[in-house]
């Protein structure tokens, strides 16, 4: 039976054992597990994990600027796709980000991942078209 729980610093390191290798997951400076700890303290309460067991098998990352919700390395287990897991991390998330005031959400799908567009439009969620992601490196942090 699946189960699911807050995300919390101690489970960075299962986390990112996870996410180490998995298509349409691209890991960054921005995602050592000091980063990622801060980013849960910032937003506590808001991401979410599904277990089997003890084996950490989905993960969705969430937090608010304020205004708008974000998501981040929203991920299964290719082994447990494809039986509703990863769309309820994302109504967990989006129900603790509702709860805290925030009704729009938005994420980040690298352009060459197929199957992260596609499950992403079937849970209703669309490319937004006239919008350009611009970003700006800050002393070592690499794109």
């Known amino acids: 039976m699946i189960e699911y729980c807050p995300f919390t610093v101690a489970d960075i390191p299962a986390a990112l054992a ?3 290798g998995m298509p349409g997951i691209t890991l960054r400076e921005a995602d050592t597990p000091e980063m990622l700890a801060r980013y849960l303290r910032r937003n506590p309460g ?3 994990l599904a277990l089997d067991g003890p084996r950490l098998i989905g993960t969705s990352l969430a937090g608010h600027d304020g205004r708008r919700g974000y998501l981040h390395h929203v991920a299964v287990h290719p082994d447990y796709r494809r039986r509703g ?3 309820t991390l994302v109504e967990k998330c989006l ?3 509702l ?3 925030i009704l729009k959400c938005h994420l980040f799908v690298n352009t060459d991942n197929v199957e992260g567009k ?7 969620w669309s490319e937004r078209p006239g919008i350009n992601l611009m970003s700006v490196t ?4 690499t794109i």
Do not use: P, Q, Y
């Open 18 to 20: 996870l996410w180490t």
């Open 118 to 124: 596609t499950f992403w439009k079937v849970l209703g």
């Open 138 to 141: 800050r002393e070592g942090d």
């Open 95 to 97: 129900a603790a980000l």
């Open 85 to 87: 897991i990863g769309r």
């Open 46 to 48: 808001m991401s979410i």
């Open 99 to 101: 709860d805290d005031g």
